[in-house]
Protein backbone atom coordinates (compact mmCIF):
# COMPACT_ATOMS: atom_id res chain seq x y z
CA UNK A 1 0.00 0.00 0.00
CA UNK A 2 1.16 4.14 -0.12
CA UNK A 3 2.96 5.06 2.31
CA UNK A 4 3.80 9.06 2.90
CA UNK A 5 6.12 10.52 5.38
CA UNK A 6 6.08 14.29 6.38
CA UNK A 7 9.06 16.31 7.43
CA UNK A 8 9.72 18.33 9.82
CA UNK A 9 7.24 16.97 12.84
CA UNK A 10 7.80 20.37 14.33
CA UNK A 11 8.06 23.48 12.76
CA UNK A 12 8.72 26.65 14.32
CA UNK A 13 8.85 30.03 12.31
CA UNK A 14 8.35 33.74 13.08
CA UNK A 15 5.32 35.70 12.11
CA UNK A 16 5.80 36.91 8.16
CA UNK A 17 8.40 34.31 7.35
CA UNK A 18 7.74 31.22 5.21
CA UNK A 19 6.50 27.81 6.14
CA UNK A 20 7.47 24.69 3.95
CA UNK A 21 6.62 21.41 4.84
CA UNK A 22 7.54 18.29 2.91
CA UNK A 23 6.00 14.84 2.00
CA UNK A 24 7.08 12.28 0.11
CA UNK A 25 4.97 8.98 -1.44
CA UNK A 26 5.74 5.46 -2.17
CA UNK A 27 2.86 4.46 -4.97
CA UNK A 28 3.72 5.66 -8.26
CA UNK A 29 -0.02 5.26 -9.21
CA UNK A 30 -1.17 7.91 -6.78
CA UNK A 31 -2.87 10.90 -8.63
CA UNK A 32 -4.40 13.39 -5.43
CA UNK A 33 -2.40 14.88 -2.95
CA UNK A 34 -4.36 17.06 -0.72
CA UNK A 35 -3.21 19.05 2.19
CA UNK A 36 -5.33 19.29 5.46
CA UNK A 37 -5.22 22.18 8.21
CA UNK A 38 -6.11 21.17 12.12
CA UNK A 39 -6.52 23.85 14.40
CA UNK A 40 -6.39 22.45 18.37
CA UNK A 41 -9.68 20.51 19.20
CA UNK A 42 -10.88 20.49 15.54
CA UNK A 43 -11.38 18.40 12.63
CA UNK A 44 -8.99 18.23 9.85
CA UNK A 45 -10.10 20.71 7.14
CA UNK A 46 -8.66 20.92 3.62
CA UNK A 47 -7.20 23.60 2.90
CA UNK A 48 -5.78 22.94 -0.96
CA UNK A 49 -4.73 19.94 -2.92
CA UNK A 50 -3.04 18.83 -6.15
CA UNK A 51 -3.97 16.25 -9.04
CA UNK A 52 -1.11 14.12 -10.53
CA UNK A 53 -1.51 16.50 -13.83
CA UNK A 54 -0.39 19.93 -12.29
CA UNK A 55 2.80 20.88 -10.82
CA UNK A 56 2.21 23.69 -8.52
CA UNK A 57 -1.10 25.68 -7.74
CA UNK A 58 -1.34 28.45 -5.24
CA UNK A 59 -4.31 30.44 -3.90
CA UNK A 60 -3.60 33.34 -2.16
CA UNK A 61 -0.36 32.66 1.01
CA UNK A 62 -0.36 29.32 0.23
CA UNK A 63 0.93 27.17 -2.52
CA UNK A 64 1.56 23.91 -3.13
CA UNK A 65 4.37 21.93 -5.47
CA UNK A 66 4.34 18.51 -7.21
CA UNK A 67 7.38 16.37 -8.08
CA UNK A 68 5.72 13.38 -9.59
CA UNK A 69 9.55 11.88 -10.97
CA UNK A 70 10.90 12.17 -7.70
CA UNK A 71 7.47 11.54 -5.65
CA UNK A 72 7.59 14.48 -3.54
CA UNK A 73 5.04 17.20 -3.04
CA UNK A 74 5.56 20.11 -0.48
CA UNK A 75 3.36 22.75 0.96
CA UNK A 76 4.31 26.45 0.85
CA UNK A 77 3.29 29.30 3.43
CA UNK A 78 4.23 32.62 2.81
CA UNK A 79 3.84 35.94 5.13
CA UNK A 80 2.46 33.40 8.11
CA UNK A 81 0.24 35.13 10.79
CA UNK A 82 -1.04 33.50 14.05
CA UNK A 83 -3.79 31.96 12.66
CA UNK A 84 -1.73 30.01 10.60
CA UNK A 85 -0.68 28.02 13.82
CA UNK A 86 -2.09 23.89 13.27
CA UNK A 87 -1.31 21.11 12.66
CA UNK A 88 -1.35 20.29 9.05
CA UNK A 89 -1.46 17.06 6.98
CA UNK A 90 -0.03 15.95 3.76
CA UNK A 91 -2.03 12.84 2.37
CA UNK A 92 -1.59 10.70 -1.15
CA UNK A 93 -4.50 8.62 -2.96
CA UNK A 94 -5.25 7.08 -6.50
CA UNK A 95 -9.03 6.88 -6.66
CA UNK A 96 -11.03 5.55 -5.40
CA UNK A 97 -9.42 4.38 -2.28
CA UNK A 98 -9.04 6.20 0.62
CA UNK A 99 -6.38 8.84 1.88
CA UNK A 100 -2.89 7.81 3.10
CA UNK A 101 -1.65 10.50 5.81
CA UNK A 102 1.50 11.80 6.46
CA UNK A 103 2.29 11.76 10.63
CA UNK A 104 1.63 15.77 10.62
CA UNK A 105 3.48 19.06 11.03
CA UNK A 106 2.81 21.18 14.38
CA UNK A 107 3.46 25.18 13.00
CA UNK A 108 4.54 27.61 15.59
CA UNK A 109 3.78 31.37 14.85
CA UNK A 110 6.43 32.99 16.91
CA UNK A 111 5.34 36.71 17.16
CA UNK B 1 -21.32 21.73 2.21
CA UNK B 2 -22.13 17.63 3.13
CA UNK B 3 -22.62 17.77 6.94
CA UNK B 4 -20.60 14.55 8.87
CA UNK B 5 -22.14 13.69 12.37
CA UNK B 6 -20.87 11.51 14.67
CA UNK B 7 -22.95 10.75 17.64
CA UNK B 8 -21.04 10.30 20.66
CA UNK B 9 -17.69 13.13 21.23
CA UNK B 10 -16.53 11.27 24.44
CA UNK B 11 -16.70 7.65 24.86
CA UNK B 12 -15.31 5.85 27.99
CA UNK B 13 -15.77 1.56 27.45
CA UNK B 14 -14.69 -1.63 29.80
CA UNK B 15 -12.27 -3.87 28.26
CA UNK B 16 -13.81 -6.99 26.34
CA UNK B 17 -17.22 -4.64 25.62
CA UNK B 18 -18.53 -4.27 22.05
CA UNK B 19 -18.13 -0.52 21.05
CA UNK B 20 -20.53 0.95 18.48
CA UNK B 21 -19.24 4.20 16.80
CA UNK B 22 -22.28 5.81 14.54
CA UNK B 23 -21.86 8.74 11.54
CA UNK B 24 -24.59 10.07 9.47
CA UNK B 25 -24.33 12.21 6.38
CA UNK B 26 -26.81 14.80 5.58
CA UNK B 27 -25.24 14.32 1.18
CA UNK B 28 -26.13 10.96 -0.22
CA UNK B 29 -22.02 10.81 -0.58
CA UNK B 30 -21.15 7.08 -2.05
CA UNK B 31 -18.03 7.41 0.05
CA UNK B 32 -17.76 6.86 3.60
CA UNK B 33 -14.28 6.14 5.87
CA UNK B 34 -13.27 5.74 9.31
CA UNK B 35 -10.06 6.94 10.87
CA UNK B 36 -8.43 6.81 13.99
CA UNK B 37 -6.02 9.70 14.99
CA UNK B 38 -2.79 9.48 17.58
CA UNK B 39 -0.35 11.49 18.73
CA UNK B 40 2.66 11.37 16.32
CA UNK B 41 1.24 8.56 13.96
CA UNK B 42 -0.97 11.48 12.04
CA UNK B 43 -4.83 9.87 10.94
CA UNK B 44 -4.63 5.85 9.94
CA UNK B 45 -7.29 4.42 7.57
CA UNK B 46 -9.21 1.67 9.14
CA UNK B 47 -12.06 0.63 6.79
CA UNK B 48 -13.90 2.33 3.94
CA UNK B 49 -17.05 2.30 2.19
CA UNK B 50 -18.23 3.12 -1.25
CA UNK B 51 -22.11 1.81 -1.34
CA UNK B 52 -24.48 0.68 1.08
CA UNK B 53 -23.35 -2.81 2.56
CA UNK B 54 -19.80 -2.44 0.75
CA UNK B 55 -16.88 -2.06 2.59
CA UNK B 56 -13.07 -2.50 2.53
CA UNK B 57 -10.26 -2.62 4.60
CA UNK B 58 -7.60 0.07 5.25
CA UNK B 59 -4.52 0.18 6.72
CA UNK B 60 -5.18 -1.34 10.43
CA UNK B 61 -8.67 -3.07 10.45
CA UNK B 62 -7.55 -5.60 12.67
CA UNK B 63 -9.99 -5.36 15.74
CA UNK B 64 -12.72 -3.45 13.58
CA UNK B 65 -15.68 -4.25 11.39
CA UNK B 66 -18.16 -1.80 9.93
CA UNK B 67 -21.61 -1.94 9.02
CA UNK B 68 -22.98 0.28 6.31
CA UNK B 69 -27.05 -0.77 5.86
CA UNK B 70 -28.07 2.92 4.84
CA UNK B 71 -26.30 5.16 2.82
CA UNK B 72 -26.31 7.85 4.81
CA UNK B 73 -24.93 6.01 7.95
CA UNK B 74 -21.53 4.01 8.48
CA UNK B 75 -21.37 2.25 12.12
CA UNK B 76 -17.68 1.03 13.31
CA UNK B 77 -17.96 -1.68 15.75
CA UNK B 78 -15.07 -2.95 18.17
CA UNK B 79 -15.84 -6.60 18.33
CA UNK B 80 -14.35 -6.58 22.12
CA UNK B 81 -12.97 -3.20 22.86
CA UNK B 82 -8.94 -3.13 23.92
CA UNK B 83 -6.76 -0.72 25.66
CA UNK B 84 -4.86 -0.45 22.26
CA UNK B 85 -8.11 0.90 20.83
CA UNK B 86 -7.85 4.20 22.93
CA UNK B 87 -8.30 6.97 20.61
CA UNK B 88 -9.38 9.72 18.56
CA UNK B 89 -12.17 8.21 15.76
CA UNK B 90 -12.57 10.35 12.67
CA UNK B 91 -15.14 9.58 10.47
CA UNK B 92 -14.70 11.22 6.88
CA UNK B 93 -17.70 11.45 3.67
CA UNK B 94 -16.17 12.20 0.44
CA UNK B 95 -14.23 11.92 -2.70
CA UNK B 96 -11.47 13.09 -4.17
CA UNK B 97 -11.35 16.77 -3.88
CA UNK B 98 -12.41 16.98 -0.21
CA UNK B 99 -13.16 15.28 2.33
CA UNK B 100 -15.36 16.75 5.16
CA UNK B 101 -14.52 14.94 8.55
CA UNK B 102 -16.98 14.32 11.44
CA UNK B 103 -15.70 16.35 15.06
CA UNK B 104 -14.37 12.94 15.96
CA UNK B 105 -15.01 10.30 18.84
CA UNK B 106 -12.63 10.16 21.63
CA UNK B 107 -12.75 6.57 22.54
CA UNK B 108 -11.17 5.89 26.04
CA UNK B 109 -10.65 2.25 27.15
CA UNK B 110 -10.15 1.22 30.59
Known amino acids: GENVEQHPSTLSVQEGDSAVIKCTYSDSASNYFPWYKQELGKRPQLIID?????GEKKDQRIAVTLNKTAKHFSLHITETQPEDSAVYFCAASKSPDGLTFGKGTHLIIQP | DVKVTQSSRYLVKRTGEKVFLECVQDMDHENMFWYRQDPGLGLRLIYF???????EKGDIPEGYSVSREKKERFSLILESASTNQTSMYLC?????????FGSGTRLTVV
Open chain 2, 49 to 55: SYDVKMK
Open chain 1, 50 to 54: IRSNV
Open chain 2, 92 to 100: AVGALGGYT
